[in-house]
C-alpha cells in the first residue's frame, strides 16, 4: 500500500535554529498538509498545498514556518527559529481527489521535533 | 464543518465488537462522516468514511443513522492492536479535517 513518508523520525535541535523537515507524500497525490501535535494535546492542522502554493493555513503557520515542493517528489517544512514551543509531532498528509470526490488523506507516521 | 460528540474513553474485551459512537447533529447535507484513528503516537490513520449508506470495508464498519444526526464505528473482533484514540470528523469535500479529542478504546485481554 503506498505510504507517506517522514524524515527524519526524531529531530533534536537548538532554540533559535532552523529545522527542516521533510516528506515525500504519495506519488500521485496533489494535495499536501502539515499538522502538528504537541504531546497530550489535539492533532492541530498547520498548512495546506496545492499546485505549488499555499492554499490554506492556520494562525500556528506564522512567518517562522515556510513549506515548498522543491523537486516533484519531496514536500518540505521549514521552521526559521525554532522556539520551545515548537516540540511537537509534525504530520505530512497528501491526497488525491477521485471522481470530483475527496477520500481524505493518508498521514505520514511524523517527525518528532525537540527543541532545546 | 459541523462539530462532533465522542465519549472520553471506552473498554472492550479482546475478541469482541466495540461499537464506538459519535453525534454529530449539526451535519449538513454535503458533508461526510469520516473515521481515523492514532495508535499511540504514530500518524493518524484512516478507517472508514460515509455519506449516507452504511459503509464496510476491511477493518470497520460504519452505521449512520437515517437522519445523519450520528453514527457508529464498529470493530468486529477487536484486538490488542485495536487500542488506540479514534477521531469522528465531519467534513464536506476538499475542507481540511479538524481533530477533535476523540475516543481513547482501550481493549483488554
Known amino acids: 500500500e503506498p505510504e507517506v513518508t517522514q524524515t527524519p523520525s526524531h529531530q533534536v535541535t537548538q532554540m533559535g535554529q532552523e529545522v527542516i523537515l521533510r516528506c515525500v507524500p504519495i506519488s500521485n497525490h496533489l494535495y499536501f498538509y502539515w499538522y502538528r501535535q504537541i504531546l497530550g494535546q489535539k492533532v492541530e492542522f498547520l498548512v495546506s498545498f496545492y499546485n505549488n502554493e499555499i492554499s490554506e493555513k492556520s494562525e500556528i503557520f506564522d512567518d517562522q514556518f515556510s513549506v515548498e515542493r522543491p523537486d516533484g517528489s519531496n514536500f518540505t517544512l521549514k521552521i526559521r527559529s525554532t522556539k520551545l514551543e515548537d516540540s511537537a509531532m509534525y504530520f505530512c498528509?497528501?491526497?488525491?481527489?477521485?471522481?470530483?470526490?475527496?477520500?481524505?488523506?493518508?498521514f505520514g507516521s511524523g517527525t518528532r521535533l525537540t527543541v532545546v | 464543518d459541523a462539530k462532533t460528540t465522542q465519549p472520553t474513553s471506552m473498554d472492550c474485551a479482546e475478541g469482541r465488537a466495540a461499537n464506538l459512537p459519535c453525534n454529530h447533529s449539526?451535519?449538513?447535507?454535503?458533508?461526510?462522516v469520516y473515521w481515523y484513528r492514532q495508535i499511540h503516537s504514530q500518524g493518524p490513520q484512516y478507517i472508514i468514511h460515509?455519506?449516507?449508506n452504511n459503509e464496510t470495508n476491511e477493518m470497520a464498519s460504519l452505521i449512520i443513522t437515517e437522519d445523519r444526526k450520528s453514527s457508529t464505528l464498529i470493530l468486529p473482533h477487536a484486538t490488542l492492536r485495536d487500542t488506540a484514540v479514534y477521531y469522528c470528523i465531519v467534513r464536506s469535500n476538499f475542507n481540511k479535517f479538524y481533530f477533535g479529542s476523540g475516543t481513547k478504546l482501550n481493549v483488554k485481554p
Open positions: 460515509g455519506l449516507k
Open positions: 498528509a497528501s491526497s488525491q481527489p477521485r471522481g470530483g470526490a475527496d477520500y481524505g488523506y493518508t
Open positions: 449539526t451535519i449538513s447535507g454535503n458533508e461526510y
